[in-house]
């Protein structure tokens, strides 16, 4: 089993921006990111601006020795 550390991403959808973060098991947001959602733009774009952001923070766990153990993501 690996030694690094466990958070998860989570993935606010609102109807004007999107929140992404990488957060520890205590609540801590470690990183974090916020884009507008453009949804006149339709939902396989918004759809993949949340796989976009997903996989960056996937990216940036591993940069920081860290396990993703889960992804939450609310929808509005």
């Given at each position: 089993m690996s030694n690094t550390e466990r958070c998860a991403i989570g993935i606010?959808?609102?109807g004007t921006k999107i929140a992404a973060?990488?957060?520890s098991p205590d609540g801590k947001v470690i990183q974090q990111q916020r884009i507008p959602?453009?949804?006149h733009l339709g939902g396989e774009?918004?759809?993949q601006t949340v796989r976009?952001?997903?996989e960056l923070f996937?990216?940036?766990a591993k940069a920081?020795?860290?396990t993703v153990s889960g992804i939450g993501i609310g929808v509005a």
């Open positions: 606010d959808i609102g973060g990488l957060v959602t453009q949804a774009h918004v759809l976009q952001l997903i996937l990216r940036q920081l020795e860290k």
